[in-house]
């Protein structure tokens, strides 16, 4: 059932990232088009080899589209990008998986009823439950450099960065006793949570402020 449940979950999603899409293609259409070219490259960084590179490049590409005044497009191999942007990543680490689950035991008061005189009854439920918390950090270094090569001469931007990231999660089970005592947040805690992929610890560190900076430099160019 709960197999059942995720797949249509991510069906629901992919229907609204491509409904998104399409609404947010049709609202740049009127936009000049500026090709954009995105280098990623990583030195003697082993953890790289686990991030698909391909779908970080046009995640990070969606992410630099927004609130520009132009619509940002990567240059087809034939094509000469007015926007170059090279991107090393050094020391990209995922420290080892931190995971603590405690038992814990809930009570709440319910109505049962109403007696003769027309009053509440309530009755006191209980139920315990293994709560795990967990926890993985991630780290990394971005050397940025932006270069506008439809300037002349060509403008050049670079910068460092070195963020810092934290995923937490909070899930539920072997659950005894009358479920009603749970709060039913607590009961659906990570049903559907899945741990990130290298991919997205890296996007997310990159969100941190390495993407933020980049489209502040492009929109500022393109004022």
Excluded at 63 to 91: C, H, K, M, W
Excluded at 106 to 118: D, E, H, K, L, V
Excluded at 126 to 142: E, P, W
Excluded at 184 to 196: K, V
Aim: with cysteine; net charge neutral; proline share 4%.
């Amino acid at each position: 059932m709960q197999r059942i449940l995720y797949n249509i979950a991510t069906i629901v999603v992919v229907f609204i990232i491509l409904s998104a899409c399409g609404t947010r293609k049709n609202s740049n259409a009127s936009k000049q088009e500026v090709p954009v070219e995105i280098n990623i490259k990583s030195d003697n960084n082993s953890r790289i080899a686990f991030v698909n590179l391909d779908i970080y490049r046009f995640r990070l590409l969606d992410e630099l589209r927004g609130f520009q005044s132009v619509y940002l497009t990567l240059a087809d191999e034939n094509e000469t990008p007015e926007i170059v942007v090279d991107i090393t990543i050094d020391n990209f680490i995922l420290w080892p998986k931190d995971e603590r689950t405690s038992r814990q035991v809930f009570r709440r008061n319910i109505q049962t009823g109403t007696n003769s005189a027309g009053k509440p009854v309530y009755e006191t439920v209980s139920a315990s439950v293994d709560i795990t918390q967990t926890q993985i950090r991630s780290s990394a270094r971005f050397i940025a450099r932006i270069t506008f090569k439809a300037s002349t001469p060509p403008v050049v931007f670079e910068r460092s960065f070195s963020p810092n990231y934290q995923y937490n999660n909070i899930s539920t089970s072997n659950i005894q006793g009358d479920i009603r005592a749970l709060d039913p947040r607590l009961i659906s805690a990570g049903a559907f949570n899945m741990e990130p992929t290298e991919e997205e610890f890296l996007l997310a560190l990159s969100n941190q402020e390495l993407t933020r900076r980049i489209s502040t430099e492009i929109r500022k160019h393109y004022q």
